[in-house]
């Protein structure tokens, strides 16, 4: 009895249907998602030509039965759904029955099947959705799919298709993605003759993240853990979609629905361009959607500068009926029937994680690590222009009141940390040191093992042994800082410092305002900010625009401990101000907030502007550099700092602490 069936027409209209064949990587993606459903454990991508000349998919899955292989040539022929109410709980990656023979209306294609059911399989050759053959054939268990011409007979489509370097970015883009997504299978890639991925099973996402990325990923990644949230259902449930509103639910549904989210995230220094590094998968499925999007990046508010992106691998996971995902033909678009829910759980968990693992910086300087696999360094992913092509920009606020210090060369901000061979993981700041010296730690967990002993004591015997476990276990973590002994400063404006694990250096200026940034935030959100009135009234001469500015945010101002008051046309007299604040700064401080008000889209939202004012506080009352402190003063700062939330990056952004472990120092010196 086959599996395959078309659906009704009451079902197949009810389908968010649409074209899914775009270019080459679309192709693959259906065909990896079928190989995927076919539960395979190996699956082997061969393309030629950015895949426009050949496009191969072999899968060692459940294959097709014969009278299957036939039926999946029809539109809407599918095993993987049989009502409308399958609808509302999809499961398998695949439902809409329309690849297959899009793909093969749109090409030449070969089918090569066979199932565990049948002794034989079943070879099915379709050119432009004709078939031309189909017959039994001697094949080993599982699918193999070549397409080849594709868009023959339509050049219209080819037309459109970019260089085959491009098209081959998307396909490889992809096929890696799969791979993280599905660590304990197999996944190759290749494109001719150059093997561009190729990864075996592993247990676990991290292994798989170090087989993709290389080592110095694992470095800059932070992994979530499992974070699990349960929605406890309301006594009403609304259908997702309004495509299937029709149907009701079933009365007897489970009251909790739990959430999990699993994946890693990067180190707040580890700052991109565009969101090309934030891969998101729903329930399996590789999907872009700004809800998360925005959750991810509200976790990192004031952690990273608005302009900047961070890297995610994030895995969503629950029940079915929680996510619609037959709202966009290329199913990578979902909606979530809880969406508000949804949000806060990714960003709190994202922001909590932040939090306590408080990720150290480590010196950028000249590592050497396993490089990541050609597939993930090729620069494109359909997925992610698509968002960059509609994503509305982000609400930027504090970025550009980023607080410049005189210790910035011109022209170095942002100037990428020295790490050609990795673009995926560019540190950017701080720059690279002049000198470079061989820091190459293996990664923590992945390393293959201690060093040989031999090679130790080889090393060592002139110079004093040092036995290998005195090495502390890095600490990655700036939850170390209150036990630091500051050393000294570095040009009156670095805390140099020595810890259980190597030396670290502290930004003192960006440190202190993080502690006052918080200190700013909490007094602001108990309504208690401490003021301090001026002896004389500080009179500003404001412009047309930052009059109009001061008055939709005066009350937000005067809630944020400055007094003013409009003193005669565009003047305004300043009576208090933040007790942090000096006189002497009231003004710049004023206009910057004005300027923070001015750039900020109306609709953007009044916390964004709250944090904007408390960063402004902050970065103008904090120590400046070039400042010289004492021991006390020092300790005190590292103590503080140990105390914040975020000890991380200032709030616009910047690296507070870097880290140089007893490892690296070790190696420097070549004594392990
Ligand atoms: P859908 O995946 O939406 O069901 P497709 O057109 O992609 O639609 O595939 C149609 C059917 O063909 C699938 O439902 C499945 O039963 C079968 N099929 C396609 N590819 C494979 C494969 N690699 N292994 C086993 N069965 C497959
Ligand atoms: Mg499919």
């Not at 809407?76 to 409308?84: C, E, P």
């Not at 994946?263 to 090309?276: D, L, M």
């Not at 306590?356 to 480590?362: D, F, L, T």
Request: overall charge negative; proline content about 8%.
């Amino acid at each position: 009895m086959g599996r395959i069936r078309v659906l009704p027409d009451q079902v197949a209209n009810k389908i968010a249907a649409g074209e899914v064949v775009e270019r080459p990587a679309s192709v693959v993606k259906e065909l990896l998602e079928n190989s995927l459903d076919a539960n395979a454990a190996e699956v082997r991508i061969e393309v030629e030509s950015g895949g426009r000349r050949l496009i191969r998919i072999a899968d060692d899955g459940g294959g097709m039965l014969r009278d299957d292989a036939l039926l999946a040539f029809e539109r809407h022929a599918t095993s993987k759904l049989r009502d409308v109410k399958d609808l509302l709980s999809i499961s398998t990656l695949g439902f809409r029955g329309e690849a297959l023979p899009s793909i093969a209306s749109v090409s030449r294609l070969l089918l090569e099947t066979r199932s565990e059911e049948e002794t034989t399989g079943t070879s099915i050759e379709i050119a432009g959705g004709k078939m031309l053959r189909c017959e039994e054939s001697a094949l080993g268990r599982g699918t193999t799919v070549t397409v080849r011409d594709l868009f023959y007979n339509v050049p219209a489509r080819k037309k459109f298709l970019r260089t085959d370097q491009t098209e081959l970015a998307h396909v490889a883009s992809l096929v890696t993605h799969y791979s993280l997504a599905h660590p304990g299978k197999t996944f190759r890639l290749a494109s001719g003759a150059t093997e561009l991925l190729s990864v075996t099973p592993v247990a676990e996402l991290k292994e798989r993240v170090y087989q993709v990325f290389g080592s110095q990923a694992l470095d800059d990644l932070v992994e979530i853990g499992v974070r699990e949230k349960e929605l406890l259902l309301p006594a009403a449930s609304v259908p997702p979609s309004a495509a299937i509103a029709d149907y009701r639910a079933e009365p007897d549904e489970p009251p909790t629905r739990t959430f999990r989210l699993t994946g890693f995230f990067s180190r707040p220094q580890v700052q991109k361009g565009n969101r090309n590094s934030i891969f998101i998968f729903v329930n399996g499925r590789l999907i872009r959607d700004r809800l998360l999007l925005h959750a991810l990046s509200s976790a990192y508010h004031n952690l990273i500068p608005p302009s900047a992106f961070p890297f995610a691998l994030l895995f969503l996971e629950c029940a079915p009926e929680e996510v619609d995902v037959n709202v966009h033909p290329s199913k990578t678009e979902v909606r979530f029937r809880h969406s508000s829910f949804v949000h806060d759980f990714v960003r709190d968990a994202i922001r909590e994680r932040l939090i306590e693992s408080r990720p150290a910086p480590a010196f950028p300087a000249g590592r050497v690590s396993e490089a990541p696999q050609p597939a993930a360094a090729l620069p494109y992913s359909e997925f992610s222009q698509m968002i960059e092509n509609q994503a509305p920009p982000e609400g930027g606020l504090a970025g550009e009141s980023a607080c410049p210090t005189s210790m910035e060369a011109p022209g170095e901000k942002g100037r990428p940390g020295g790490l050609p061979h990795l673009p995926e993981f560019t540190l950017r700041p701080p720059p690279a040191p002049a000198q470079r010296l061989d820091f190459s730690a293996p990664p923590i967990e992945m390393a293959a093992g201690p060093p040989p002993s031999g090679k130790l004591s080889r090393h060592l015997d002139m110079h004093g042994e040092f036995p290998a476990d005195a090495v502390p276990p890095p600490e990655m973590s700036l939850s170390v800082l209150s036990d630091l002994r500051p050393l000294g400063q570095i040009h009156e404006s670095f805390i140099v410092a020595a810890g259980r694990d190597g030396l670290w250096i502290i930004d003192q200026h960006v440190a202190h305002e993080r502690i006052l940034f918080e200190q700013v935030v909490k007094q602001r959100a108990a309504g208690r900010v401490e003021m301090q009135r001026l002896l004389m009234p500080l009179i500003v001469q404001l412009t047309a625009e930052q009059q109009i500015d001061y008055a939709r945010i005066a009350d937000e101002l005067h809630a944020s401990g400055f007094e003013t008051e409009p003193f005669g046309n565009r003047t305004l007299a300043v009576k208090a101000a933040p007790a942090a604040v000096s006189a002497s700064d009231l003004e710049k401080i004023l206009f910057e907030i004005l300027e923070i008000a001015e750039g900020e889209p109306r609709n953007a939202s009044l916390d964004d502007l709250r944090r904007g004012i408390c960063a402004s506080i902050a970065c103008r009352a904090a120590i400046k550099i070039n400042t010289r402190l004492d021991a006390a003063k020092m300790e005190w700062l590292l103590r503080a700092l140990a105390a914040t939330d975020c000890p991380m990056s200032c709030p616009h952004g910047r690296p507070i602490a870097l880290h140089y472990s007893t490892r690296e120092v070790l190696k420097a010196f070549h004594r392990i």
